[in-house]
């Protein structure tokens, strides 16, 4: 590091758990975050902002004016442009040092590779069929998953570490059969909610880093912001699950 990431990042550096050690650790980590809409944004401009040094922001759509509500990297301007090109012109508007790649094309047949190419991955999709398919590849490779959801007043959060023995992943949270997706589109959001949810995501992926605190990993907070509760679910490994027990 030098003078100016130092002087940059030193409310970090001060705080004993982290140092300089810590915050090397994270301009050395490479993060991966798959969706930059309401979990997503706030989650990039953290994450930049606190020196990941290498993030890979994921998302094949474009800005509408129904996003501004909530994703609060898009600007009015950027209405019709690729939400990642958005999303990485504020991120290096905040922090330029920050390495950026866009992935416009995330799907199937790439998947593993740019979840192997990192050391943590961030999950802000909004449909059951991708998050399994992003949970398999992160079961595969290896690799921990921070998985976020919101809707209306609600939220959930956990740290999946399936390829570990003993821990969750996601398939063991929820099967592939019965769920039927909700959205925002038809069920609406509170945009502030969308807000804490993916600044506590960033938060996580940066505890598991750093290995900090509590990392929720084989747990499931859920909040209510409507009565502001968080209670925390304990998750237990399935035994036939077809994804971490193979």
Known sequence: MN????????????????????QQALLDSTMLLIGVG???????????AA??????????????????QRQVIHHTDDIGEFKV??????????NPDVKI???KDLDENNLNAWVDKSDIVLDGTDNF??????????????????SAAVIRFEGQL???????????????????????DENCTDNGILAPVAGMLGTMQALQAIKVILNLGEQLVGKLMIIDALDLSFRNVTINKDKSCTICNK
């Open 3 to 22: 003078d100016q990431d130092l002087l940059r990042y030193s409310r970090q550096i001060i705080l004993p758990e982290v140092g300089i050690e810590g």
């Open 38 to 48: 309401g979990l997503g944004s706030p989650s990039a401009m953290y994450l930049a």
């Open 51 to 68: 020196g990941v040094g290498h993030l890979i922001i994921a998302d094949f759509d474009k800005v509408e004016l129904s996003n501004l």
């Open 85 to 94: 090109d958005s999303a990485k012109a504020k991120m290096l508007s905040i």
């Open 101 to 103: 790649t866009t992935v």
């Open 129 to 146: 069929d991708t998050r399994f398919k992003i949970n398999k590849a992160c079961v595969e490779q290896k690799t921990p998953l921070v």
């Open 158 to 180: 956990s740290v999946f570490k399936g390829y570990e023995a003993e821990k969750p992943c996601y398939q063991c949270l929820y099967s592939v059969e019965g769920n039927n």
